[in-house]
């Protein structure tokens, strides 16, 4: 059986529980708050983060992942004995960590001329976040378990990460004002309308697909896109923040709506919190062929 390591980052959301069992190494951002800095999934967890970004004033930023750190990645995994490294990364269009991945694994390969042919390391562009590939990091690590090759994983990963779409709602434009993500006018006249933009994330492109009024509207508004584009059958995602209540009315809409229960929910962390705030709503899913 191949001895193969998956790798992400903090972005894609998934556990501690699955991070553990799943035996992934996760790659933490860092995240500046004032003079604080601070190591996302080591200082805090999500609930704790939720509650610092609230009672910060500033904008939090968050530091990509090193081509350094990537260096210390390879070489370890490569002296342990492992045959192969498959990491998925957070969007490159968002953050320069896919590049850093990218950068590690020519040095490495630069330094070890005797792992060509023995030792692989795979770069995905996940194209997204949180659970568009946390889902299939998590899937993968049971195809490892069972012995699948290396290129077969490569293949389900990347099937899976080019076609996954999320639909997701912030219910404050807040945050969205303070990172820029939305302008300022508009945020303060959303905020007066009682507006909450639905955002389309897919094929590294996270546009404005449609605004609702008023918090009882995000829902049904994004389980009725999902439903227009989802390939029918298959897994799905739901994905909330600091309001528990969201995550299970979504659960209970989308059981009724789609028929079948999510394969797993997922709580935003901070990279994805720091833009959105942490109350938001969101399905990801694979789309129609």
Same mark, same amino acid.
């Given at each position: %059986?191949?001895? =193969?390591? /998956? ?36 200082? #805090?967890?999500?609930?704790? #983060?939720?509650? %610092? /970004?609230?009672?910060?004033?500033? /904008? ?24 192969? =490294? ?9 953050? *320069? ?19 060509? *042919?023995? #030792?692989?390391?795979?770069? =995905? ?10 889902? &299939? ?9 069972? *012995? ?8 389900? =990963? ?38 909450? &933009? ?34 029918? *059958? ?15 009315? /979504? ?12 394969? #797993? ?25």
């Amino acid at each position: %059986m191949p001895k =193969i390591k /998956l790798m992400g980052d903090s972005a894609c959301d998934i556990t501690y529980e699955q991070e553990k069992e799943c035996d992934i190494e996760v790659m933490n951002f860092k995240v500046a708050m004032g003079d604080n800095s601070y190591t996302t999934r080591v200082d #805090f967890d999500n609930k704790k #983060f939720y509650k %610092m /970004l609230d009672e910060f004033g500033g /904008l939090p930023s968050t530091s990509q992942v090193t081509a350094f750190e990537f260096e210390e990645a390879y070489e370890k995994y490569f002296s342990e004995g492992y045959e192969g =490294i498959i990491y998925v990364s957070i969007n490159k269009n968002g953050s *320069g960590t896919y590049n850093n991945a990218i950068m590690a694994k020519n040095t490495f390969f630069e330094n070890h001329p005797d792992a060509d *042919g023995k #030792f692989k390391i795979a770069v =995905i562009d996940s194209h997204s976040y949180t659970c568009a590939y946390g889902y &299939p990091l998590v899937c993968a690590a049971d195809m490892v378990k069972h *012995g699948e090759s290396f290129e077969r994983i490569v293949e389900y =990963i990347t099937d899976w990460v080019d076609n996954a779409v999320i639909y997701f709602a912030m219910y404050t434009l807040k945050y969205a004002k303070k990172s820029g993500r939305i302008p300022s006018a508009a945020a303060f006249v959303g905020e007066m309308l009682g507006l909450r &933009p639905v955002m389309k994330i897919a094929d590294g492109e996270i546009i404005t697909h449609d605004k609702v009024r008023g918090d009882k509207n995000v829902i049904p508004t994004l389980i009725r896109h999902t439903l227009g584009s989802m390939e029918p *059958g298959t897994p799905y995602c739901c994905i909330y923040g600091s309001d528990g209540d969201v995550e299970g009315e /979504l659960v209970e809409e989308c059981i009724k709506a789609i028929g079948y229960p999510p394969a #797993f929910t997922t709580e935003i962390g901070a990279a994805v919190a720091i833009n959105s705030g942490p109350a938001v709503a969101g399905i990801m899913f694979r789309k129609k062929q």
